[in-house]
């Protein structure tokens, strides 16, 4: 099995942070969003895996080439960012087997394992989460044995609260890039868009079987208020970890995660604080706020946060969201 990962978006919502640092690359509850995602497909022994690259996309190769050596990847840039099935297009040439796609703006919770014991006369998986406002996303009708029989982008009017998460198995990858040619020589949606879920749909049309999965979890991490409730939730999970002998005179509440050399003094952190490698966090009380690599963090009352690396915070009160490298001086 191959995996194809479109990754090639500028991430406007995480701005600053995605000036310099490419969304998938931004960092919750002390890893990459995008490593949260290679170490669930790891062990499903992939043969290769795809990266539609685009902005910053030099940090993407970078990055996963120091942090995953084992793993035979291959980067592939989308020049133009025409909605999904144009990003997955860009492939076709590397795909020659089955074929796992994940969109990279969110994390989910599943039993990948469920693609090892499919059956053979089903042609497919398809992700699923139940949500409470499913006409702002692709919504999954399906019929009496949980195949799909209809997905549409944002309905009006929506006939199911299950909604497609960005990730989909196809057994036959040759009959995938053929419903997705047949997408892109329709006209494009009102964005100049072509969406996978078109190319999935005229499958499903065709007689192709695609199963419905619901995820146990769907984690947003596309803007600041979203990251830090999937940091929240991650750390429920299992990831929290308490400061350690380099920590003076620090009240918890949990869950917090403090990196093995961080040095807090006389601090107050949590709930849902994540403070990473590197920082010296001194006279301060932060919540529901990630602490970037390396940061100083000095006589600061913080909440609903998200501290860039390297960056300097010095007397200030509320939230603030900066990227690496700022320097931030209030009250003095």
């Not at 701005?15 to 002390?30: C, F, S």
């Not at 120091?66 to 840039?77: A, D, E, G, H, R």
């Not at 693609?115 to 053979?120: G, V």
């Not at 695609?210 to 991490?221: G, H, M, N, P």
Request: negative net charge.
């Amino acid at each position: 099995m191959k995996v194809i990962i479109p990754l090639a978006g500028k991430g406007t919502r995480l701005r600053p942070h995605t000036h310099a640092t490419p969304k998938p690359l931004i960092r919750v509850a002390g890893k990459e969003v995008l490593g949260h995602i290679l170490d669930k497909i790891i062990p499903l022994n992939v043969t290769e895996v795809y990266f539609i690259v685009g902005h910053l996309h030099d940090q993407i190769e970078e990055y996963v080439r120091k942090s995953y050596p084992n793993l035979k990847f291959k980067t592939i840039k989308q020049d133009e960012l025409k909605g999904t099935a144009h990003a997955v297009a860009q492939a076709r040439d590397h795909i020659d087997e089955d074929v796992l796609i994940i969109f990279a703006d969110t994390l989910f919770e599943a039993d990948l394992s469920v693609i090892k014991r499919l059956s053979d006369d089903i042609d497919g998986i398809i992700w699923a989460k139940a949500v409470e406002n499913p006409q702002i996303y692709g919504v999954i009708e399906h019929n009496e044995q949980g195949l799909m029989h209809k997905i549409m982008e944002k309905p009006e009017d929506p006939k199911s609260n299950l909604v497609n998460i960005g990730m989909q198995y196809l057994r036959d990858s040759a009959s995938l890039f053929a419903a997705i040619d047949y997408v892109l020589n329709q006209e494009p949606g009102p964005r100049g868009e072509y969406f996978l879920t078109d190319a999935l749909q005229y499958m499903v049309d065709g007689g192709a079987k695609i199963k419905i999965e619901e995820v146990d979890a769907w984690l947003d991490c596309g803007n600041v208020e979203e990251l830090l409730k999937t940091n929240l939730h991650l750390l429920n999970s299992g990831l929290a970890k308490k400061p350690n002998g380099n920590s003076i005179n620090v009240k918890v509440t949990d869950p917090v995660m403090v990196a093995e050399d961080a040095i807090l003094e006389n601090v107050e952190i949590g709930p849902n604080v994540t403070i990473e490698s590197g920082c010296n966090i001194t006279g301060s009380k932060i919540s529901n706020s990630i602490i970037g690599q390396g940061s100083i963090i000095d006589g600061a009352v913080l909440h609903d946060s998200l501290i860039g690396a390297e960056a300097v915070v010095r007397d200030v009160d509320g939230s603030l969201n900066v990227l690496d490298h700022s320097v931030v001086i209030g009250r003095k």
